[in-house]
C-alpha cells in the first residue's frame, strides 16, 4: 500500500471516529499526520482527551468498506493532497475555533459528478429558515444573478434562504453545492428530496459527516464553516438576533472571505442580526448581484454604476443660473429688476441667465415679465431644488 493510500484510509477512519470539525483531530491530523494520530488511538493511547470521546466507535471503523460502500451508493472521499481538493480550505487552518469547532477537515464526502475545486469562487448565500417572501424573493434573484454571471452558488438545502439560492441559481443554469450537517446520503429536510436528488445528479452535495450519519446541532455549526471557507465570499439575507446564518458570516470573517449583508425592514425581527453586521462594519452592504459580483471581483471589474435620477434640464444649469430660476415667480410674471433684486445679482447677469432658462423651456417671457414655463409650476419648481 502506499504512503498516499494509507493516508487516506486513515482519514477515512478518523472521519468515522470523531465528530464533524473536532479542532483537536483537525489539527492533529495536519501536524503529526492522520497515520500516527489514528495508530495512537487505536493503541489507546489519550491525547488532549481524544480517546476517551472515540473509544465508542473505535470497533466499528473499517475504512476500506466504508469506501467501497460508498463508492457503490455514487459517494467519494476527498482529503488534503488530493487533486480536487480547494487549498481555500487550509484557511481554517489559522482561524480561531468557534464553540469548539473548527479546522480543516480531515476530509470530506462528496456525492454529484461536479468537482469541489470548481467551487474555489463560489458565492455563499445563506439566512433564515422562516424566511419572509422578502427574503426568498431576494435571495433567488441574488443566486440567479451571480450564477448568470458564472459563480457558483453554495448553500446548506435548508428552507427559506438556502432553498430560494439553491433555486435561484438552477434557474440560470448555473452551478450549486449543498454543504450538509448530515450524510450526503441523507435527504435532510425531507421536504427537500427532489432538490437534493437534483444536486446530487447534477450538481454536488458536500459533508464531512460520514454517509449515514445524521444531523445534529453541533455538526449544523461544523458545516457552516465549510460553506464559509469554500468560496470567495457570503451573502446574509434575513438572519435573526440568534441565527445559524450569523455563526457562518462568524466563520466568513475569521477566514479572510468578504461578508455582505441585504438590508431588510428596520421593523423586521428576521433582520436584526443581519443589520447588526452593518452596524458593526464587518459586512459590505448589498442589494443586488451586481453589488456582490462588484465586492468580489478583482480591483477595477464589475464595477457598478452609482445610481441617480434621471437627467432634467436644470443639470445643465451653472449655480448662478439656478439662482436666477430659483428668483422667477410661480404664476405673476415678474419684470428682470424685480427677479434680479430677489435672485441679488447684477441685471446683465440675469438677463443672459433668464435667456438661457428660456432656451432651456424652464421660464416664459410673457407681456408682464418672467415666469415659470407652463406645466405643473410646483413640482417644477421643486425639481431644480432637488
Not at 493511547?45 to 460508498?70: F, I, K, W
Not at 484557511?91 to 469548539?100: E, F, G, I
Not at 430660476?325 to 434680479?340: G, K, N
Amino acid at each position: 500500500m502506499s504512503a498516499r493510500e494509507d493516508d487516506l484510509l486513515a482519514r477515512v477512519a478518523l472521519s468515522h471516529l470523531a465528530e464533524p470539525g473536532d479542532p483537536r483531530v483537525c489539527r492533529l491530523a495536519h501536524e503529526v499526520g492522520a497515520r500516527p494520530l489514528l495508530d495512537g488511538l487505536l493503541q489507546e493511547r489519550s491525547v488532549q482527551g481524544l480517546l476517551e470521546d472515540t473509544e465508542t466507535r473505535a470497533g466499528v471503523v473499517r475504512p476500506d468498506h466504508a469506501l467501497d460502500q460508498a463508492a457503490r451508493a455514487g459517494i467519494r472521499f476527498v482529503c488534503p493532497g488530493d487533486d480536487e481538493w480547494p487549498e481555500r480550505l487550509t484557511d481554517l487552518d489559522r482561524a480561531p475555533s468557534v464553540q469548539d469547532r473548527g479546522g480543516v477537515p480531515v476530509g470530506l464526502w462528496l456525492r454529484g459528478p461536479a468537482r469541489l475545486d470548481e467551487f474555489t469562487e463560489a458565492v455563499a448565500v445563506v439566512g433564515a429558515r422562516s424566511a419572509t417572501t422578502y427574503g426568498t424573493d431576494t435571495a433567488g434573484a441574488l443566486a440567479d444573478g451571480v450564477a448568470a454571471a458564472g459563480r457558483p452558488v453554495v448553500s446548506g438545502a435548508a428552507f427559506g434562504i438556502d432553498q430560494a439560492a439553491h433555486r435561484g441559481a438552477l434557474a440560470a443554469g448555473g452551478r450549486t453545492a449543498a454543504v450538509l450537517a448530515c450524510g450526503v446520503d441523507r435527504i435532510y429536510p425531507k421536504a427537500h428530496q427532489v432538490l437534493l436528488e437534483h444536486l446530487a445528479a447534477e450538481h454536488l452535495v458536500v459533508s464531512e459527516s460520514p454517509p449515514g450519519w445524521s444531523p445534529t446541532r453541533i455538526r449544523f455549526l461544523s458545516r457552516n464553516r465549510l460553506i464559509a471557507a469554500l468560496g470567495g465570499g457570503t451573502v446574509v439575507v434575513e438572519a435573526a438576533a440568534r441565527s445559524g446564518a450569523l455563526n457562518t458570516a462568524n466563520w466568513t470573517s475569521r477566514v479572510g472571505r468578504h461578508l455582505m449583508v441585504v438590508p431588510g425592514p428596520v421593523t423586521s425581527a428576521l433582520s436584526v442580526g443581519a443589520h447588526q453586521l452593518v452596524r458593526d462594519s464587518a459586512a459590505v452592504l448589498v442589494t443586488c448581484a451586481e453589488d456582490v459580483l462588484e465586492v468580489l471581483a478583482p480591483a477595477g471589474e464589475h464595477l457598478t454604476t452609482r445610481p441617480r435620477g434621471q437627467d432634467r434640464p436644470a443639470d445643465r444649469l451653472t449655480p448662478r443660473q439656478r439662482q436666477v430660476l430659483d428668483a422667477v415667480p410661480v404664476a405673476r410674471a415678474a419684470d428682470v429688476f424685480s427677479v434680479a433684486r430677489t435672485a441679488g445679482l447684477g441685471l446683465r447677469e440675469v438677463r443672459g441667465a433668464l435667456e438661457r432658462l428660456l432656451e432651456e423651456g424652464l421660464v416664459r417671457n410673457v407681456r408682464e415679465g418672467w415666469r415659470l414655463a407652463a406645466g405643473d409650476p410646483v413640482r417644477q419648481a421643486e425639481t431644480f431644488l432637488d
